[in-house]
């Protein structure tokens, strides 16, 4: 709109100069032939001319400005890009490096199946990965730089439950679905209708934890070891500790910690005095080989049991022996004969020549998640993406059959495994249902 009237209120000033306010009303208004053709008969042929000339280079312009106009809504429409741009936040650095690495690979492992069959739609996906550092507000950072720069039409992360936390609101204000693949805190998709996740959440996790605890090991008494400053660990401990007394176990002790710290004499001495029958210790890998070794040193024989967090290539290096015999929660079955959990193994261990994880799983799943996403909403848009994702209903991934419910986050099972030396041998699977 703004376009036509700038150039009728120059078309009137260039005509009124030579022929008046007529003129001007009829060109602007679009009044008949008859009118244009008396002040042509009027007008010298080197005017004639003159007006035909301004006519074509002003007809001209306008064509240009309309190509230019489109030109830049389409560069600043990320749908409108040749391939689908979706930004990686992760801990790919720092403390957690383990955690990022690993999601990241799966990550890649997915877009090279994807883009080597034609892609979605044609287009292919291309992945831009920015590194947290493991910390929560580089998070809060790197969304930003995802949203602003690289104008990404989705986003996948991250695994810490605090770093998505951080992210979420910003991706929410920009209008960007994410997708975090392990992030098991309940608070993080109450961040906003965009916000969704593939992993199980950590209410389930803690209820199944200490129905486990209670039933198949038969503990009455438990005790807790977790990070007081950590979104995970404290909300983990917290739906441990209330499911466990609700089926009539007691919580004998107690103790926190706070911060990077790698000393846990204190808290360990005052948990073991109380002598439980296990403790629950819902940190991560880089914390519980620490704490394993300080429980063994001060005699404590019992088992431990964590959740998800405590899942790495590093666990038996950083526990060593201190971990034999303790539990702890997993997001896949790797055992489970589906061939597309067995096709994405064999994938796995052929690109990256190790063994796969359930994180690797899940950074896997989301990417193939957002592809359905993208089909079951007609486009790559980030509109259409958020659509998408709220429509997925029996959704066949890696880590399990899941919906996506009204709260956008994925019920499935959880997985024990027990710890024997370096292996892991899956105890019990533990559905939704299950838990009463």
Same mark, same amino acid.
């Given at each position: 709109?703004? %376009?036509?009237?700038?150039?009728?209120?120059?078309?009137?000033?260039?005509?009124?100069?030579? *022929?008046?306010?007529?003129?001007?009303?009829? &060109?602007?208004? =679009?009044?008949?032939?008859?009118? &244009?053709?008396?002040?042509?008969?009027?007008?010298?042929?080197?005017?004639?001319?003159?007006? @035909?000339?301004?006519?074509?280079?002003?007809?001209?312009?306008?064509?240009?400005?309309?190509?230019?106009?489109?030109?830049?809504?389409?560069?600043?429409?990320?749908?409108?890009?040749?391939?689908?741009?979706?930004?990686?936040?992760?801990?790919?650095?720092?403390?957690?490096?383990?955690? =990022?690495?690993?999601?990241?690979?799966? !990550?890649?492992?997915?877009?090279?199946?994807?883009?080597?069959?034609?892609?979605?739609?044609?287009?292919?996906?291309?992945?831009?990965?920015?590194?947290?550092?493991?910390?929560?507000?580089?998070?809060?950072?790197?969304?930003?730089?995802?949203?602003?720069?690289?104008?990404?039409?989705?986003? +996948?992360?991250?695994?810490?439950?605090?770093?998505?936390?951080?992210?979420?609101?910003?991706?929410?204000?920009?209008? +960007?679905?994410? %997708?975090?693949?392990?992030?098991?805190?309940?608070?993080?998709?109450?961040?906003?209708? @965009?916000?969704?996740? %593939?992993?199980?959440?950590?209410?389930?996790? *803690?209820?199944?934890?200490?129905?486990?605890?209670?039933?198949?090991? #038969?503990?009455?008494?438990?005790? &807790?070891?977790?990070?007081?400053?950590?979104?995970?660990?404290?909300?983990?401990?917290?739906?441990?500790?209330?499911?466990? #007394?609700?089926?009539?176990?007691?919580?004998?002790?107690?103790?926190?910690?706070?911060?990077?710290?790698?000393?846990?004499?204190?808290?360990?001495?005052?948990?073991?005095?109380?002598?439980?029958?296990? $403790?629950?210790?819902? $940190?991560?890998?880089?914390?519980?080989?620490?704490?394993?070794?300080?429980?063994?040193?001060?005699?404590?024989?019992?088992?431990?049991?964590?959740?998800?967090?405590?899942?790495?290539?590093?666990?038996?290096?950083?526990?060593?022996?201190?971990?034999?015999?303790?539990?702890?929660?997993?997001?896949?079955?790797?055992?489970?004969?589906?061939?597309?959990?067995?096709?994405?193994?064999?994938?796995?261990?052929?690109?990256?020549?190790?063994?796969?994880?359930?994180?690797?799983?899940?950074?896997?799943?989301? $990417?193939?998640? /957002?592809?359905?996403? +993208?089909?079951?909403?007609? =486009?790559?848009? @980030?509109?259409?993406?958020?659509?998408?994702?709220?429509?997925?209903?029996?959704?066949?991934?890696?880590?399990?059959?899941?919906? !996506?419910?009204?709260?956008?986050?994925?019920?499935?099972?959880?997985?024990?495994?027990? /710890?024997?030396?370096?292996?892991?041998?899956? $105890? #019990?699977? !533990?559905?939704?249902?299950?838990?009463?």
């Amino acid at each position: 709109m703004s %376009v036509m009237a700038a150039s009728s209120n120059k078309r009137g000033r260039i005509l009124g100069s030579r *022929g008046g306010k007529v003129r001007a009303k009829a &060109l602007v208004t =679009g009044r008949p032939k008859a009118i &244009l053709a008396r002040h042509h008969t009027s007008m010298g042929c080197g005017e004639t001319a003159m007006n @035909r000339l301004w006519m074509a280079t002003s007809a001209m312009a306008l064509v240009l400005l309309g190509v230019h106009l489109t030109a830049c809504k389409q560069s600043s429409d990320p749908a409108a890009s040749e391939d689908i741009p979706i930004g990686v936040y992760l801990s790919l650095s720092g403390a957690n490096a383990d955690f =990022g690495v690993t999601t990241k690979n799966g !990550i890649d492992l997915a877009v090279e199946e994807i883009n080597a069959a034609g892609g979605i739609g044609g287009k292919k996906i291309r992945v831009i990965a920015k590194d947290t550092r493991s910390k929560p507000e580089e998070a809060q950072t790197v969304a930003k730089q995802l949203a602003t720069q690289d104008k990404v039409v989705a986003a +996948i992360g991250s695994v810490e439950s605090g770093q998505s936390i951080k992210a979420a609101p910003v991706f929410q204000e920009a209008g +960007i679905p994410m %997708v975090s693949p392990s992030s098991t805190n309940p608070d993080v998709t109450k961040q906003g209708d @965009r916000i969704f996740r %593939v992993c199980y959440l950590d209410d389930f996790q *803690g209820q199944a934890c200490a129905d486990f605890a209670f039933k198949d090991m #038969k503990a009455t008494k438990a005790g &807790l070891l977790y990070a007081a400053d950590d979104d995970y660990s404290k909300g983990l401990a917290g739906f441990f500790r209330e499911h466990f #007394k609700k089926l009539g176990g007691e919580i004998v002790a107690e103790a926190t910690f706070q911060g990077d710290v790698s000393e846990f004499k204190d808290q360990v001495s005052a948990v073991a005095a109380k002598e439980p029958a296990l $403790v629950f210790v819902p $940190v991560y890998y880089s914390k519980i080989g620490l704490i394993a070794r300080e429980f063994r040193k001060q005699g404590f024989k019992g088992p431990l049991l964590g959740g998800d967090g405590w899942e790495s290539e590093q666990l038996v290096q950083l526990a060593g022996e201190t971990l034999e015999g303790c539990y702890f929660g997993y997001h896949y079955d790797p055992e489970d004969a589906d061939p597309k959990v067995q096709g994405y193994i064999k994938g796995y261990r052929e690109k990256f020549k190790k063994e796969p994880n359930s994180l690797s799983a899940l950074g896997y799943d989301a $990417v193939y998640a /957002i592809k359905q996403a +993208i089909e079951l909403g007609g =486009g790559p848009g @980030r509109d259409q993406i958020t659509e998408g994702l709220r429509k997925i209903r029996g959704f066949k991934g890696v880590t399990g059959t899941f919906d !996506i419910d009204e709260n956008r986050n994925a019920r499935k099972p959880i997985t024990m495994l027990k /710890i024997g030396g370096t292996d892991l041998k899956k $105890v #019990k699977v !533990i559905q939704p249902g299950d838990i009463k």
